[in-house]
């Protein structure tokens, strides 16, 4: 899977956080094409502004779903037809699988890679009912890497389910599985952390969605390089909770031409070679 040069997002959320007794929908899978055409035509619009030039896309792990394995089946199935709206703007995808469905969710991360070819499995912890590091995610990232599909964890400071010894204890588990934490930056005492744990597991590759402060990740390529840095703007439908730090702000950092590059692409670009059998 080859991405298109310029500058990657790896973190686009396709859906939103309203579930349908707040007003919103219950999940991605509406089947409503004009919603969708909207939806790509503002997202194209926002991508534009920042100088965007393409995305992996994933859905929103907080959804309805009554019907178990089934409704996580549609909404992964919505995000594929999305995809296939602009495949250039789209080239890759990651889909999602509950970790309380058990071994029915371990069937779906086999769906999503061998029916809709996506090349990465999205976890949510503190949306799943589960730590990061429960067993079934566990036993989830072991299929992953059977499969070389890249695990995007989530690991927001707002909740201990995705706290930093959960996410060092997977490092841990799968050391030669590349694994991508989002959201870790989004206080300054998980920033920390994730300084040192970066240094520990050079497996882990951290998005820039959420950081606090573009300043943290200067000092975060003094300390470490920029070679487990990648770029992601945790945009949802509808343009809603999207990074302030995006390629302009990256760009005035002064990390150097090269540096800058590999922030910006050409991390997750090695990345989805190795989804492709070739070694990082």
């Not at 469905?101 to 991360?109: S, V």
Request: net charge negative; hydrophobic share 45%; aromatic share 8%.
């Amino acid at each position: 899977m080859s991405a298109p040069p310029g500058v990657f997002d790896a973190h686009q959320h396709y859906g939103n956080l309203l579930l349908s007794d707040a007003g919103g929908i219950e999940t991605p899978a509406s089947g409503q094409d004009s919603r969708d055409h909207a939806d790509l035509a503002d997202r194209i619009a926002r991508m534009t502004a920042m100088n965007v030039d393409a995305a992996l896309l994933m859905p929103v792990n907080r959804y309805l779903r009554p019907n178990g394995v089934a409704d996580t089946r549609a909404v992964n199935d919505a995000l594929a037809a999305y995809q296939n709206l602009d495949r250039a703007r789209f080239p890759c995808a990651a889909g999602i699988t509950e970790p309380l469905h058990g071994t029915a969710g371990l069937d779906e991360i086999r769906r999503i890679r061998e029916e809709l070819g996506f090349v990465g499995v999205s976890y949510h912890a503190r949306w799943q009912g589960v730590s990061a590091d429960d067993p079934w995610i566990k036993r989830g990232l072991a299929v992953a890497g059977e499969l070389r599909l890249i695990p995007f964890v989530h690991a927001h400071a707002e909740s201990a389910l995705e706290a930093p010894t959960c996410v060092s204890n997977l490092a841990r588990a799968f050391p030669d599985l590349p694994i991508v934490v989002t959201d870790a930056m989004s206080t300054t005492t998980n920033y920390l952390a994730y300084l040192d744990i970066a240094e520990r597991f050079p497996n882990l590759y951290f998005d820039t969605s959420c950081v606090l402060h573009p300043a943290l990740l200067r000092r975060w390529a003094a300390r470490l390089g920029t070679a487990q840095l990648i770029f992601g703007t945790d945009l949802y439908s509808g343009g809603a909770f999207y990074t302030m730090t995006g390629p302009g702000e990256i760009a005035g950092l002064g990390l150097g031409p090269e540096a800058e590059a590999a922030v910006l692409g050409a991390n997750f670009r090695r990345l989805l070679a190795w989804t492709e059998g070739e070694n990082r």
